[in-house]
T-cell receptor
Framework: DGGITQSPKYLFRKEGQNVTLSCEQN?????MYWYRQDPGQGLRLIYY???????QKGDIAEGYSVSREKKESFPLTVTSAQKNPTAFYLC?????????????FGDGTRLSIL | DQQVKQNSPSLSVQEGRISILNCDYT??????FLWYKKYPAEGPTFLIS?????DKNEDGRFTVFLNKSAKHLSLHIVPSQPGDSAVYFC??????????????FGKGITLSVRP
């Protein structure tokens, strides 16, 4: 059954700690994305990758880092530089790079600060 | 500057009636529009899309209308069902911008369908 898997579903971070959120897809999609959702807000783009070994900053990349070593995997690291990391994080993928294709989402990771 | 606006934060509709969810945009380069449905603690699910070369796209109970001159689109759900109760996000992209085109999302509308 094809889809996007995000793990863990819930994650807690201590002050000064880096944490990594996992995103795996078996849809054979080229493009992958990370979004952040805050209460009452839309989805804001953190990073995106259109092909393996390449990624671009989105609108709110500060305090985050990503890698794209494999087509199916796009992990997001929330670094200690991100001062307000509490949010719902969503990973998505799409078939190609063009903007006229829908993105399909995982079920998200909720990150909280201890 | 919010380029995709969903000005009504919530909508309540009786089961069986029509739900109309509205969305406005400001960027004239947007030419591809999508609607997503989201339940709490889950990821958004793609519902329906429309290209700017069309003014209407229909899929079962869901129809999206696009008015380019007014920079306005709407999602119609007929008939509304209690299972439709969710947050609906409007999104847009400038697909002709090429490989770097991205989706821009509105803040969402919470739809409640009353039995």
């Amino acid at each position: 059954d094809g889809g996007i898997t995000q793990s863990p579903k819930y994650l807690f971070r201590k002050e000064g700690q880096n944490v990594t959120l996992s995103c795996e897809q078996n849809l054979n999609h080229d493009a992958m994305y990370w979004y952040r959702q805050d209460p009452g807000q839309g989805l804001r783009l953190i990073y995106y990758s259109q092909i393996v070994n390449d990624f671009q900053k989105g609108d709110i990349a500060e305090g985050y880092s990503v890698s794209r070593e494999k087509k199916e995997s796009f992990p997001l690291t929330v670094t200690s530089a991100q001062k307000n990391p509490t949010a719902f994080y969503l990973c998505a993928s799409s078939i190609g790079q063009r903007g006229n294709q829908p993105q399909h989402f995982g079920d998200g990771t909720r990150l909280s600060i201890l | 500057d919010q380029q995709v606006k969903q000005n009504s934060p919530s909508l309540s509709v009786q089961e069986g009636r029509i739900s109309i969810l509205n969305c406005d945009y400001t960027n004239s380069m947007f030419d591809y529009f999508l609607w997503y449905k989201k339940y709490p603690a889950e990821g958004p699910t793609f519902l329906i899309s429309i290209s700017s070369i069309k003014d209407k796209n229909e899929d079962g109970r869901f129809t999206v209308f696009l008015n380019k001159s007014a920079k306005h689109l709407s999602l119609h759900i007929v008939p509304s069902q209690p299972g439709d109760s969710a947050v609906y996000f409007c999104a847009a992209s400038a697909s002709l911008a090429g490989a770097n085109s991205k989706l821009t999302f509105g803040k969402g509308i919470t739809l409640s369908v009353r039995p």
